[in-house]
């Protein structure tokens, strides 16, 4: 993903439809590109922090964003575990298969 790609990218981050490579390939790039973890913060700000401030709350943007990112990060890490075991339990079950097959027409 490039920079156009990730900033385009930001507003389906917030608003959670960043899924699958997608999400993989924006946290990459949030991660070696400063100039879009700038953007970022920025559309937090202008977005999360502009209505905290309307309602009279306060926030730690910093924070708040790194958890979100972090979260990001910890959820993408599962799905591809998950998809892993998936794929392995997929592979033993046809390997189980050809085996009775086997076995079974002798």
């Not at 990218?9 to 946290?27: D, Q, T, Y």
């Not at 309307?54 to 890490?77: I, N, P």
């Given at each position: 993903?490039?920079c156009?790609?990730?900033?385009k990218?930001i ?9 699958g490579?997608?999400?993989?390939s924006?946290l990459r790039?949030?991660?070696?590109c ?6 970022i913060k920025?559309q937090y ?6 209505n905290r401030l309307?309602q ?7 924070r708040?964003l790194g958890?979100m990112l972090?979260?990001?990060e910890?959820?993408?890490?599962n ?7 998936l ?7 046809l ?5 009775v ?6």
């Amino acid at each position: 993903m490039d920079c156009k790609d990730t900033t385009k990218a930001i507003p389906l981050f917030f608003s959670g439809e960043l899924e699958g490579r997608k999400i993989k390939s924006f946290l990459r790039h949030l991660n070696e590109c400063p100039d879009c973890m700038e953007e970022i913060k920025i559309q937090y700000l202008a977005t999360e922090g502009i209505n905290r401030l309307e309602q009279g709350e306060t926030f730690d943007l910093d924070r708040e964003l790194g958890e979100m990112l972090s979260l990001a990060e910890h959820h993408e890490k599962n799905r591809r575990w998950i998809r892993f075991g998936l794929v392995t339990i997929e592979v033993l079950s046809l390997v189980i298969i050809a085996i009775v097959l086997f076995y079974g027409f002798m």
